[in-house]
């Protein structure tokens, strides 16, 4: 064989012999386990009327608390505005549950400029549909969190809000219980 010949057979081999034991190496090391479940993102809603509305979240259930939904730990932040009116909040997680690509968490409000809400717990449920995300909360049905009828933990209204096109990142991972 010629010498530049054997150089290059030499130089592959070596090449092939180093990237197999990487991938040995890395294919062996232990994975950190998978989340039971979790919501995160963020999204503007769309109003005709031009609100400004938006949720975000950040909820976690490790994968040591898969069986037990309210170990769930995060928070999540939504506001309204129109014309310059509105309220903002942020909720302590107490509760997610996600099936498919859809999530129901709910929360204990810890901060908010609008009166009477911090305290009182809501519920937010998501459809992580890619860039067709919907969005529904509890008080739909319940009216204003500051009103004091709250929803029990992980309750919330369907996903009927459409959120604005261009801002939806939601992402939902999936719970998946022992049954």
């Known amino acids: 064989m010629k010498r530049r010949t054997k150089i290059v057979v030499l130089g592959s081999a070596l090449l ?6 990487s991938a040995a190496t890395a294919s062996d090391a232990p994975r950190p386990p998978r989340e039971a479940a979790a919501l995160t993102g963020t999204a503007k809603l769309y109003r ?16 040591k608390d898969t069986a037990i939904p309210m170990q ?3 928070t999540f932040e939504f506001s309204h505005y129109l014309n310059g009116k509105g309220a903002w909040a942020k909720a302590r997680v107490d ?3 996600t099936g498919g690509k859809v999530a129901v968490v709910s929360g204990v409000v810890t901060a908010s400029d609008l009166p009477g809400a911090e305290g009182r717990r809501v519920g937010v449920t998501v ?3 890619g860039r067709h995300d919907r ?8 009216g204003s969190p500051a009103e004091g009828n709250e929803p029990p933990k ?4 369907a996903p009927f809000e459409k ?13 998946q219980p022992e049954l």
Do not use: N, Q, R
């Open 135 to 142: 969005l529904g909360y509890s008080w739909m049905e319940s």
């Open 72 to 74: 769930a730990t995060g």
């Open 95 to 97: 509760c997610l549950v």
């Open 163 to 175: 959120v604005k096109k261009g801002t939806g990142d939601f992402t939902v991972v999936p719970w």
């Open 127 to 129: 459809h992580d549909l």
């Open 154 to 157: 992980c309750a919330s209204a």
């Open 48 to 63: 005709s009327d031009g609100d400004d509305i938006t949720f975000s979240f950040d909820a976690h259930l490790a994968s």
């Open 16 to 21: 092939l012999t180093a990237g197999a034991a």
